[in-house]
């Protein structure tokens, strides 16, 4: 292998684990070429640090929600990026706090549910904390069965209703 050919495979392995981190750009329309324009950047990626107004523009942070399969209280893999975007947001503005609101589906007696939301929202706590998150900053609640976002009796509305949402209290 040659070395243009080494250079170029180093740089698309790079592009390619960097692209899960990156942030959404808003794209703006192209002003005429005599006018020149200028940009500041924000969030991360000027100081490294997060700030308020990345909850709503970086695409990680927006990620609040957290699903879990029947009678599960363990985060799942596929949840452990935004668990490490929610954990560098609390170390970087420790003022900022968070509340986890532990969900189940209908199956399941009362107690059973109010239990199982908040194994769930002590499971992602536990997530965010082994991230960096500090426990100070999280308030786990648990509704149980009592607040779902589908109504029907099917698979798919439950495993709607089998999440923790992630609620900034605090930014």
């Known amino acids: 292998?040659?070395?243009?050919?080494?250079?170029?495979?180093?740089?698309?392995?790079?592009?390619?684990?960097?692209?899960?981190?990156?942030?959404?750009?808003?794209?703006?329309?192209?002003?005429?070429?005599?006018?020149?324009?200028?940009?500041?950047?924000?969030?991360?990626?000027?100081s490294g640090l997060y700030g308020p107004g990345d909850l709503d523009t970086d695409a990680c942070l927006r990620q609040r929600v957290v699903?879990?399969?029947?009678d599960q209280d363990s985060v799942k893999a596929e949840f452990q990026a935004i668990m490490a975007c929610h954990a560098k947001y609390l170390r970087d503005r420790p003022s900022s706090r968070i509340t986890l609101q532990g969900h189940t589906d209908e199956r399941g007696s009362r107690a059973y549910n109010q239990a199982l939301g908040e194994r769930r929202g002590?499971?992602?706590?536990?997530?965010?904390?082994?991230?960096?998150?500090?426990?100070?900053?999280?308030?786990?609640?648990?509704?149980?069965e009592e607040r779902p976002v589908c109504t029907d009796s099917?698979?798919?509305c439950w495993s709607q209703n089998r999440r923790v949402e992630i609620v900034y209290t605090a930014q």
């Open 1 to 46: 292998m040659n070395k243009t050919t080494k250079v170029l495979l180093v740089s698309l392995l790079s592009v390619a684990a960097l692209a899960g981190c990156s942030k959404k750009v808003k794209e703006v329309p192209a002003e005429p070429a005599t006018t020149p324009t200028t940009t500041q950047p924000t969030g991360p990626s000027t």
């Open 67 to 70: 699903y879990f399969d029947l």
């Open 122 to 144: 002590n499971g992602v706590s536990s997530a965010l904390q082994a991230n960096g998150g500090s426990a100070s900053q999280l308030t786990v609640v648990s509704y149980g």
């Open 154 to 156: 099917s698979e798919s």
